[in-house]
């Protein structure tokens, strides 16, 4: 079993930033991936980030480019994503998720955080 808890969402101005992080515990291996993904209301939910555990490859969704950085400590079995320059369309529920290395899916996953962005 994995466990994982996000924080760090909240209210925030159009060009404002937050840091979200999401705190892992259970069976998680060094080479896992960790993902954040997001969904809006009324949208489906879509992939913003990863990063995986042993060497820190990252990836990102073309529309947080240059504004999003995932990051992780290792020591702390946490994962966080800057956000940088957000703006409203940035507004929605933010989740953490698993990806173990063996796999192609993401197959644990946070309870979500919202960030919601104000013009």
């Known amino acids: 079993q994995v466990q994982l808890v996000e924080s760090g969402g909240g209210l925030v101005q159009a060009g404002g930033s937050l840091r979200l992080s999401c705190a892992a515990s259970g069976r998680t291996f060094r080479n896992d991936f960790m993902g954040w993904f997001r969904q809006a209301p009324g949208k489906e939910r879509e992939f913003v980030a990863s990063?995986?555990?042993?060497?820190?490859?990252?990836y990102y969704a073309d529309s947080v480019k240059g504004r999003f950085t995932i990051s992780r400590d290792n020591a702390k079995n946490t994962v966080y994503l800057q956000m940088n320059s957000l703006t409203p369309e940035d507004t929605a529920v933010y989740y953490c998720?698993?990806?173990?290395?063996?796999?192609?899916?993401?197959?644990?996953w946070g309870q979500g955080t919202q960030v919601t962005v104000s013009s």
């Open positions: 998720a698993r990806r173990a290395y063996y796999s192609n899916e993401y197959d644990y």
């Open positions: 990063i995986s555990w042993s060497d820190s490859n990252t």
